[in-house]
């Protein structure tokens, strides 16, 4: 099913500019990269072959956009992804090579708790009370999901957990071939 522009840009814009909110933590630069995503997500919308996956798809453009406003104005990257601990600077740059395909391949009870605080920007609360499970069971859930891609991490990207549990070492990715310089 094709979707408009207008219904995508409906739809998504206010999670959207609180997920760039939150990493720029400011709001003129943070409407800027928005207006960014939106022309881009308006030129590039008709080559999206399955739009099924246009949240997933706009959150990779704005997670993009947010990369590229923190190179041209060399900022340091301080992205407070939750999702995962923090990662040396290029792989937190790069936005971690097989993120998105990690977090797809998630258990559904997983990916969605992931997907609706770390995407979304929704508290712990806000998601035990959409998904009708106690707060307890949505940290649960969290922190298994943590764990899960920690592992996808080492295993398929070559990193090494430190004895805080943290992801530590050069990304050597055996799925898309990335090497760290």
Known sequence: MQKDTLTVWEGLKDNLYRF???????QVEAED???????KIHL???????????QAWAYQITRNQIVDFYKKTRHAVELQDTTLEKLPEPERKLMY???????????QKYR??????????????????L???????????????????????VTCCQFTL????????????????????
């Open 44 to 54: 590039n919308l008709d080559n999206l072959t399955n739009h099924a996956n246009v």
């Open 162 to 181: 430190d004895d805080h549990g943290k992801l530590t070492g050069e990304q050597n990715c055996q799925r898309c071939g990335f090497e760290t310089q």
């Open 112 to 129: 969605k708790v992931i997907e609706l605080i770390n995407f979304e920007g929704k508290k712990q609360q806000e998601v035990a009370e």
């Open 97 to 107: 090579c097989c993120f998105e395909s990690f977090i797809h391949e998630l258990p």
């Open 33 to 39: 990269i928005l207006q960014e995503v939106f022309i």
């Open 20 to 26: 760039i909110l939150k990493r720029v933590k400011n």
């Open 131 to 153: 998904l009708g499970v106690s707060l307890a069971n949505t940290k649960s859930r969290v922190h298994r999901a943590k764990e899960m891609l920690k592992e996808k991490f």
